[in-house]
């Protein structure tokens, strides 16, 4: 269909993630990590080193990537580089908040969840329906 995002069909989709070290394991003990040609992978480990400019670079590059249909990315991740992720508005790879081990998912802090609810409240205004 003509306007709509797609994803390539002669290769997989990849899931990109950023998180600490125990989301990204679980992870990859679940078959989602990826290794290319380049030695690069579709992963960030985010720890106490790990630089705010080191973390929006794989955001950047996961977020262009062709091959990434789905970037995971820990809450408290995302609310270190909070304005790249509000700012990313492209349907494919779709950007999914996650909760981690150490920090709790806080649906207000959630920029897609918060997206739906401006959604479906300005369909209620626009409707008539409260």
Not at 13 to 28: R, V, W, Y
Request: no cysteine.
């Amino acid at each position: 269909m003509a306007g709509r995002a797609q994803i390539r069909t002669n290769n997989s989709a990849l899931i990109a993630m950023i998180a600490d070290e125990d989301t990204i394991t679980g992870f990859l003990l679940a078959g989602v990590g990826n290794v290319d040609l380049r030695r690069k992978t579709n992963y960030l480990i985010v720890d106490s080193k790990t630089t705010v400019k080191a973390i929006e670079d794989a955001f950047k590059e996961f977020t262009t990537k062709e091959d990434i249909a789905i970037v995971l990315i820990s809450q408290y991740v995302a609310n270190m580089i909070r304005f790249l992720v509000d700012s990313y508005n492209k349907p494919i790879p779709a950007i999914l908040e996650i909760p981690s081990k150490d920090h709790p998912y806080d649906p207000a802090h959630d920029s897609i969840l918060s997206r739906v609810k401006n959604l479906f409240s300005a369909e209620s205004v626009a409707s008539g329906r409260r």
